[in-house]
């Protein structure tokens, strides 16, 4: 079982909907990443969070560290914001990374 | 500010066949690793440096060794070629050693086939 596991693995949207992305994790981190991979593309940063919850832009990032699980939220979705989003946590050195959820987000 | 620079972007190599990714940093992080990424399996760490001169395994070191001379670079080097190390190669930094919590910057990636 991964130590770090996201849901949906795939998903579709209309472009304006809301949509959320779940991480759960089993391992103790001291930090959580959202990442953001276009494809055929680099990997992008978007959020670094240890408590609480972060927003820029159309993304909200939430943690709740005694339930180990965290959701990426985009507001008003755009076809630009298809990509795999990855969660990854870690401690000291190593992260662990869920396999990634492919959002496809139609005009 | 560059950030992460890795090279080649893609490369077709011959089993037995070794060669070296290069990743470079200008942001002056101690914190630098290798993953390889494939289908249907997240991110997977092949080996890690915290400083200059030193270096760890990760998940998946077999095949795979690594060197850290300058706080800049950090070569993986491919000893023998195998088709099971197709895949797409991210190297990644961040500052400090003792914590994750500190943004990570990833290279563009390097698509290695191996025939």
């Known amino acids: 079982k991964n130590e770090v596991e996201q849901s949906p693995q795939n998903l579709t949207a209309q472009e304006g909907e809301f949509i959320t992305i779940n991480c759960s994790y089993s391992v103790g981190i001291s930090a959580l990443h959202w990442l953001q991979q276009h494809p055929g593309g680099g990997i992008v940063s978007l959020f670094m969070l240890s408590s609480g919850k972060k927003k820029h832009g159309r993304l909200i990032a939430t943690i709740n560290i005694q339930e180990k699980h965290s959701s990426l939220h985009i507001t008003a979705s755009h076809p630009r914001d298809s990509a795999v989003y990855i969660c990854?946590?870690?401690?000291?050195?190593?992260?662990?990374f869920g396999k990634g959820t492919l959002l496809t987000v139609n005009p | 500010n560059a950030g992460v620079t890795q090279t080649p972007k893609f490369q077709v190599l011959k089993t037995g066949q070794s060669m070296t990714l290069q990743c470079a940093q200008d942001?002056?992080?101690?914190?630098m690793s290798w993953y390889r990424q494939d289908p249907g399996m997240g991110l997977r760490l092949i080996h890690y440096?915290?400083?200059?001169?030193?270096?760890d395994q990760g998940e998946v070191p077999n095949g795979y060794n690594v060197s850290r001379s300058t706080t800049e670079d950090f070569p993986l080097r491919l000893l023998s070629a195998a088709p099971s190390q197709t895949s797409v190669y991210f190297c990644?930094?961040?500052?400090?050693?003792?914590?994750?919590?500190?943004?990570?910057?990833f290279g563009e990636g390097s698509w290695l086939t191996v025939v």
């Open positions: 942001m002056n992080h101690e914190y």
């Open positions: 990854s946590g870690g401690s000291n050195y190593k992260l662990t």
């Open positions: 440096s915290v400083g200059a001169g030193i270096t």
């Open positions: 990644a930094s961040r500052a400090g050693t003792g914590s994750s919590g500190n943004t990570i910057y």
